[in-house]
Each structure stands twice: as C-alpha cells, then as structure tokens.
C-alpha cells in the first residue's frame, strides 16, 4: 500500500462546477499537509497548506481529518483554468524533512 | 527572490555519456531535493540534503547516480553512463525548515 494514496481521475467537469478530491495517507505519525497544483509540462507548485481546522482560500477549502487519516480538497465555481494535476503531499515526523507525494489527481474543467 | 533555479532546461543526449544537472536552491533555505517524474512512475525523490548533507538517498535507482552539495548555494546530479530509461524530467526543490518546497522548472532529460 502506498504511503499517501489519491483517487488519479480523471475528474471531467463543467464551468462552475464543484468537484471534490480527497487524499488518504498512512502514517499515523503525519504532521503536516499540503495541496499542490502541477499544470502540464511545469513544475509542481504550493496551492494550499491543509490545517486542523481546515482552512478557505477564495475558491478553495481544505480539511484534514486525522482520525480517518485524509485530507480533502473543495473546489467551488469550478474555472477553466482550474484544469491541472492535484497532488496531496504528507510531511511525518519520522521522515526527518522528507516529503511524500500522491500520484496526484487529474481535474479538467470544460466550457 | 529568483526562486529555485535549474540548469540546463533541455538535455538530449546519447547512451553512455555522462549527464550533469545543476541546481540553486532558493537563498537560506535548508533543505534541497532532487525528483524524478516521469507518466510510468510519477514523481519519485531520488535524494534530498539537510545543510548541505545528505540525508536520504535511497531512492536513488543505482550506482550510475550521483549527488552533491558542495555549498549552500549549490547542488548536481550526474548520471554516469546514461541510458534511455533514465528520459525523464528532474526537478530539484528546496525548503525552509520542513515546510512547504518550492520546485525549480525542471531539466527535462532524453537519452537516446
């Protein structure tokens, strides 16, 4: 089983839309958690940071729930230009600095 | 800030020659890493430093790679002989204290 696993999609939605992508991760001992976006052919960059008590930004929601072990990603009034790859990305304590990546989902929003 | 900084952008190359990536990691960050990615394997870490050693090479997929970090400010892969299975693009990250990474724009490598 992987250490951080994410549902790959794709994920086709319209203009407007809502779309939801979740991440699940397997190290208890997890504590700290990000959403980063990766547009084709780019490099992967920092979306959001995923606090406990979740947290908004614009368009944006994350949560964490760490008793179930995953994090959440809310998209509302989905855009064009939403299109992309979503990577969950986990930090543990027991990585010593080292990060884990999901394989990422891939959303595509349509007119 | 200039922000992570790879060179050079594109590589081609022939199987069996020697490979040479660069990267500057962004100013006082403390942390730098060298990923792999490529449709088959996703993004894979290959090695990453603590203030300038290293601290995790495991995945490193074999002896033909090397890393280094002479200084604060920089940092190589080398790939020594290359092969075809090593096309792929290579993207190096730094980060301050275990936060988030910032990524570099990548060497995207083909070894024909």
């Known amino acids: 089983r992987k250490e951080v696993e994410q549902d790959p999609g794709p994920f086709n939605v319209p203009e407007g839309a809502t779309v939801a992508f979740n991440c699940t991760y397997s190290?208890?001992?997890?504590?700290?958690f990000f959403w980063y976006r990766q547009d084709c052919r780019k490099e992967p960059k920092l979306l959001m940071s995923?606090?406990?008590s979740g947290n908004e930004d614009g368009r944006f929601t994350a949560q964490l729930n760490r008793a179930s072990q995953y994090i959440s990603l809310l998209i509302r009034d989905s855009k064009l230009s939403d299109s992309a790859t979503y990577l969950c990305?986990?930090?543990?304590?027991?990585?010593?600095?080292?990060?884990?990546f999901g394989d990422g989902t891939t959303l595509t929003v349509k007119p | 800030d200039a922000g992570v900084i790879q060179s050079p952008r594109h590589e081609v190359t022939e199987m069996g020659q020697e490979v040479t990536l660069r990267c500057k990691p962004i100013?006082?960050?403390?942390?730098l890493f060298w990923y792999r990615q490529t449709m088959m394997r996703g993004l894979e870490l290959l090695i990453y430093?603590?203030?300038?050693?290293?601290?995790?090479d495991s995945g490193m997929p074999e002896d033909r790679f090397s890393a280094k970090m002479p200084n604060a400010s920089f940092s190589t892969l080398k790939i020594q002989p290359s092969e075809p299975r090593d096309s792929a693009v290579y993207f190096c990250?730094?980060?301050?204290?275990?936060?988030?990474?910032?990524f570099g724009p990548g060497t995207r490598l083909t070894v024909l």
């Open positions: 990250a730094s980060s301050l204290s275990r936060q988030e990474q910032f």
């Open positions: 190290n208890s001992a997890s504590q700290s």
């Open positions: 995923v606090y406990s």
């Open positions: 990305v986990v930090n543990s304590l027991t990585n010593a600095g080292k990060s884990t």
């Open positions: 100013s006082g960050h403390d942390y």
């Open positions: 430093f603590n203030n300038n050693v290293p601290i995790d």
